[in-house]
């Protein structure tokens, strides 16, 4: 199984990023996807899970309202859209695969997946 997670970079508060990740030597589609972040100093912490079919999401109180997670099983891609910026959203982004059906899961341990993760800075 690969991930490659991609779409990070620097943006300025209030600002928008879309990560993108594609995945690889899986059955994509039989997959809860999530995306997880790392911020320097700090734990790894979930941020946003999708269902197999794309159609049920669970997401971090901080990020609620402000992130989208979607996918596209027909390109084997998740996607997460950061809108309204914050700098404390600043972290490695990480996109990771979830063999269960159980997409409430938001400890990394139920993942068995991990892409290389993608570097948000957001400036203040």
């Known amino acids: 199984v690969q991930l490659q997670a991609f779409g990070g970079g620097l943006v300025q508060t209030g600002g928008s990023l879309r990560l993108s990740c594609a995945a690889s030597g899986l059955i994509f589609s039989s997959y809860v996807m999530g995306w997880f972040r790392q911020a320097p100093g700090k734990e790894r912490e979930f941020v946003a899970a999708l269902n197999r079919s794309g159609v049920r999401m669970n997401y971090a109180d901080s990020v609620k309202g402000r992130f989208t997670i979607s996918r596209d099983n027909a390109r084997n891609m998740v996607f997460l859209q950061m809108n309204s910026l914050k700098p404390e959203d600043t972290a490695v982004y990480y996109c990771?695969?979830?063999?269960?059906?159980?997409?409430?899961?938001?400890?990394?341990?139920?993942?068995?997946?991990w892409g290389q993760g993608t570097l948000v800075t957001v400036s203040s």
């Open positions: 990771a695969a979830n063999p269960t059906t159980n997409f409430y899961n938001r400890s990394p341990g139920g993942y068995s997946s």
